[in-house]
């Protein structure tokens, strides 16, 4: 009775509250390690499955189903030189089309001279494994020092590639290959120290008509923004189209550089005249001339801060409260923050180094470079220990709906809450994380298959919730098992993980040879649109579900002529 009337006075303090929107605490978990120097993680368009790690030495590795692939997607080790620690393999950009074209873009510097090459690959018959042979280059730009390489890429909200150079080395922007006077982020002529935006579909110049200098024959074609230092990591908001860059600066100064959606480019961000809000006293331009355009946040080299790592604004759907919000760090400090720009303001600048730290004797240090996934999630890149973070809630009671009712729960403490004001504490109603469970006892005489998920199962998401199984026989017909209890029984030979009673969902593999007698064949299942459906009365925010793929092996006797994944146990949010 005592417990009733404690919920009962919690629902009614909620009730009497102001509807303020909360931010669910944040906290970091790590999902990826024994890496070799990680600096960047991205995703495919819509692909929920797997996240993709650029590695220094000229790996890119693939993160699936909790675990990195035996083999790396990409393998160019042989083409790079990595001597300078600013050298390798240093972005990744996947196709806006790459799910019909299966192109992507890479950046590295060229062994024997260190030149940035630009250069575009192909996806094999294989998703997981990219052709080698298929390199197309690109660009290949001069460097005269082995730092300050750039190497990021993004594209654009046009569909657009864009291409971040650093001003080629050296302090000040000056020595060897640069230009007296100004120094290549100044100079027109250099594609050194600018952001370039090309169009991957006009070979062979990848010049796109309306670049802002296409006209200008002092200023080269490709230039998109001038007076860039390094701007070693860049990012559009997936949402607005804004672009953000964190240029690395010098001695002084570190900025955040911005620019709004729809801009028609032919910005000048200063460099070599300013750092940060700071005039150098170097000659190429006029510190806060006419057609500079400053930074919207910059901070000093003290506590041992000297490099920024610019990061993305948040657009996901698991951390509350967080949309719009900005994240970026320090590399040498290993600080990381967040803020909010809107109307030329800043606002909500937030120190969350300490509240990301991810503990149980795991430390983030060294912030390579931050990563998004497909679902907008947001990853770290750590040097330090050669691991990749993912940001996660932090298990805590909070309001995210302003509904009132509490969404988020503690796990680990096993709170429950009254959400439907009956007097009866309820089951905690959190979002916990789907998780792999039971071992299917595989009979398949052909294939091993995995199960995998990405994404959040919530009530009313425009995001999916993709179950998928991989290494199934190809060109099969399926089901797709789910019910409301686990721990099934014996079936044909294997293990059904969902006890009864079950549900039945027909689903059709897809991928590899038209033959069917391989094991690239592919299931895939958006269970939010099952959610979202309303014919499943079980279907509901607060219950559980339990899920499996079976498939059949056909030519083989009972009772091995079946496939049967593990299952994934999940909860619906709110």
């Known amino acids: 009775m005592r417990n009733q009337l404690v919920f009962a006075a919690l629902a009614t303090i909620l009730a009497a509250a102001p509807a303020v929107a909360q931010k669910v605490p ?52 042989p083409l790079l030189i990595t001597s300078d620690q600013e050298q390798g393999l240093l972005g990744l950009a996947f196709d806006p089309n790459y799910a019909t074209n299966g192109f992507f873009y890479v950046d590295y510097t060229r062994a024997g001279d260190g030149a940035t090459v630009i250069a575009r690959y192909t996806v094999s018959a294989n998703p997981d494994l990219a052709d080698a042979s298929s390199a197309v280059i690109m660009k290949t730009i001069a460097q005269p020092q082995s730092n300050h390489n750039g190497g990021c890429l993004q594209f654009g909200p046009d569909g657009y590639m864009y291409v971040g150079m650093g001003d080629g080395g050296n302090s000040n922007d000056t020595g060897a290959g640069h230009t007296a006077g100004t120094g290549n982020a100044q100079d027109g002529s250099k594609l050194l120290g600018k952001m370039l935006r090309l169009d991957v579909a006009n070979p062979p110049t990848y010049v796109p008509a309306s670049n802002p200098f296409v006209s200008d024959p002092l200023i080269a074609d490709e230039i998109w923004d001038l007076g860039m230092r390094n701007p070693w990591r860049f990012s559009f908001d997936r949402t607005t189209g804004d672009l953000y860059i964190g240029d690395v600066g010098q001695g002084a100064r570190e900025e955040i550089d911005f620019e709004p959606a729809g801009s028609p480019g032919g910005f000048n961000y200063g460099w070599r005249c300013m750092e940060g809000f700071n005039c150098t006293g170097l000659t190429g331009c006029t510190c806060n001339g006419i057609g500079i355009t400053l930074p919207i946040k910059d901070y000093g080299h003290t506590a041992g801060q000297c490099s920024v790592t610019g990061g993305y604004v948040y657009r996901g759907t698991t ?234 092996d056909n030519g083989f006797a009972a009772p091995n002529n079946t496939s049967l994944t593990d299952a994934v146990s999940f909860t619906i949010c709110n």
């Open 319 to 552: 951390l509350c409260g967080y949309d719009g919000t900005y994240f970026y760090a320090d590399y040498c400090a290993g600080r990381i923050w967040t803020l909010k720009y809107s109307g030329g303001v800043v606002t909500e600048f937030t120190d969350r180094t300490a509240e990301l730290a991810p503990g149980g004797g795991l430390v983030i240090q060294d912030v390579s470079s931050f990563g998004e996934d497909a679902a907008g999630d947001i990853y770290i890149c750590d040097l330090f220990d050669n691991e990749v973070y993912k940001i996660v809630p932090s298990p805590v009671l909070v309001d995210c709906n302003l509904n009132g009712i509490q969404d988020g729960c503690d796990i680990a403490n096993g709170t429950s809450f009254d959400a439907n004001n009956d007097g009866i504490p309820d089951e905690c109603q959190c979002p916990v994380a789907p998780a792999v469970y039971c071992t299917a006892k595989v009979n398949s005489q052909l294939c091993v298959p995995i199960i995998a998920f990405s994404g959040v199962p919530k009530v009313g998401s425009a995001l999916p919730f993709n179950v998928t199984a991989s290494e199934m026989l190809n060109k099969k017909s399926g089901l797709l098992f789910y019910g409301q209890l686990p721990l099934g029984a014996p079936f044909q030979g294997g293990h059904l993980c969902v006890k009864s009673p079950t549900k039945r969902t027909a689903v059709q593999n897809s991928g590899g040879s038209p033959t069917g007698l391989d094991c690239t064949g592919t299931y895939a299942y958006d269970f939010n649109v099952l959610i979202a459906a309303g014919t499943d009365p079980n279907l509901i925010a607060g219950n559980a579900v339990y899920a499996q793929y079976w498939a059949r």
């Open 26 to 77: 944040l906290t970091t978990v790590r999902v990826a390690s024994g890496l070799s120097k990680p600096l960047y993680v991205t995703a495919p368009p819509g692909d929920f499955a797997r996240v993709f790690i650029v590695e220094r030495g000229g790996d890119i590795e693939i993160l699936k189903a909790g675990a990195i692939n035996a083999v790396p997607f990409l393998d160019i080790t």
